[in-house]
């Protein structure tokens, strides 16, 4: 039975990934753009109707009211282009925030220029544009939001709104002024902490996908020295395998129980050499080999505390097997190569107890691997999985379970680890049972 015959799930590469939270971070922040125009148009419209109405000061309604009805169009547009879910690239961030400048412009060349206490808005643009745009995108909005100020001193239509800066409460140009500084402060550290928000979560994705390629990268290194030990290693043991052969055979040696018994005990270690390199050179990123056989879970996990069991010295080794219903699936030396690394770590720091449960629901398998031991270190704990980060201080550390953590993330699955309240560590090892088990045991999958 070899791999094709069961479904694996195959994690993205770290180039998508990056791509993935580029994209996610990307559309949060032309929805927090969308929601900034939105208020945009509605305290415009609230602007413009006090300013006419209540305050009495003339103002060409029709132009005004229509650059709000233009903004409210491209915003309508930014939204269907928002559900579309595809990515958005900075270009786009840019276009936008141009129009919302040249909208705020044609606004205010409309009613009075820089004598309008609104013009401070232009603020708002560069803040906004700071945080979502780099290099040369932001220094052109510094320099045009410049530009705008200084036409607008030469050009614009006046409006009859004297500062009476002396008149204080009573003056409209001081209220104005009021209003535009608290609506600046109020918006820039709303939207301001949303966006901010959006690129730390992308930042820490992007992060993580390095982390990520690094491993992956480690994994390919471990794989090309695994493989080359094993070349190595391969003919110095299958001609230890053919030696041991030929004396097993030899007459003279043939009488000898002593000498027998030796003879078998080298042969099943050359045997177990042979395992534990083929082992590491699938652990170390392999595919799974044309080893593969059809088993049962139940028959799985015997087997494989049966053989750890039998070649490991542990004082007390308990294994509690709570799977109810079991069923077949495909197993091969890469999953119990995952499952002995966690148990050698657990012997390692518990060499007086080791625990092993597993159990199982309609989607996943979960073998969980307990000790008595020291339990992890704070630091190690909050790194578990990094190579050469062990509790052991010895070189090589921490690889074991750096490996067992990539062959299951490999099949979709996770290993978590934590202390336990009463002392020790537990070690937990979840793999959806599609990734393992046989395509036609799977629910809801029949006729196959």
């Not at 005004?64 to 786009?92: K, P, Q, Y």
């Not at 040249?102 to 009075?112: D, E, K, M, P, V």
């Not at 159990?359 to 050469?388: C, H, M, N, W």
């Not at 490999?410 to 020790?424: E, F, H, Y």
Request: with cysteine; charged share 15%; aromatic share 6%.
């Amino acid at each position: 039975m070899t791999s094709s015959s069961r479904r694996v799930s195959r994690p993205l590469r770290p180039f998508s990934k990056a791509r993935s939270a580029t994209a996610a971070a990307g559309l949060k922040n032309l929805h927090q753009l969308i929601q900034l125009r939105w208020i945009a148009v509605v305290g415009q419209l609230l602007t413009i109707e006090t300013t006419h109405y209540i305050l009495g000061m003339p103002l060409p309604m029709r132009e005004m009211l229509t650059i709000v009805g233009c903004m409210a169009i491209f915003n309508i547009v930014s939204l269907v282009r928002w559900r579309t879910r595809r990515s958005v690239h900075d270009v786009e961030i840019f276009i936008g925030l141009l129009i919302d400048v040249a909208a705020l412009t044609a606004q205010l060349y409309l009613s009075g220029g820089i004598s309008n206490p609104f013009v401070f808005l232009y603020v708002l643009q560069i803040a906004v544009g700071a945080m979502l745009l780099r290099g040369s995108y932001i220094w052109f909005i510094v320099v045009l939001t410049s530009a705008c100020v200084v036409l607008l001193a030469q050009h614009s239509k006046p409006l009859p709104m004297a500062p009476n800066m002396h008149e204080g409460w009573t003056s409209p140009y001081v209220l104005g002024l009021l209003v535009c500084f608290v609506l600046n402060a109020i918006l820039v550290v709303i939207f301001i902490t949303r966006i901010s928000h959006n690129l730390r979560q992308r930042d820490a994705r992007l992060a993580a996908v390095r982390q990520r390629a690094v491993e992956e990268e480690h994994i390919v290194r471990m794989g090309l020295l695994a493989s080359g030990a094993a070349h190595e290693l391969g003919t110095p043991l299958a001609t230890m395998a053919v030696i041991l052969g030929d004396w097993r055979r030899i007459p003279a040696l043939a009488t000898d129980r002593v000498l027998q018994e030796e003879i078998a005990e080298m042969e099943a270690q050359v045997q177990r050499c042979k395992t534990i390199v083929s082992g590491i050179l699938l652990s170390a990123g392999e595919t799974r080999g044309e080893d593969s056989s059809q088993t049962t879970v139940c028959q799985f996990l015997d087997a494989l505390v049966q053989d750890w069991r039998g070649t490991r010295s542990v004082d007390q080794f308990v294994f509690d097997n709570r799977i109810a219903d079991d069923r077949p699936m495909v197993a091969d030396a890469t999953l119990e190569q995952m499952v002995f690394n966690v148990l050698d770590n657990a012997r390692d720091a518990s060499p007086q107890w080791v625990g092993l449960q597993a159990t199982s629901d309609t989607e996943v398998l979960r073998i969980v691997v307990s000790d008595q031991g020291p339990g992890f270190s704070p630091a190690v704990l909050k790194q578990i999985g990094t190579p050469y980060k062990s509790t052991k201080g010895r070189p090589g550390g921490g690889l074991g379970l750096f490996l067992s953590m990539n062959v299951a993330r490999t099949l979709g699955g996770t290993v978590a680890a934590r202390n336990l309240p009463g002392g020790g560590a537990e070690v937990t090892i979840t793999l959806p049972l599609a990734a393992i088990a046989l395509p036609d045991t799977l629910p809801n999958d029949h006729g196959h």
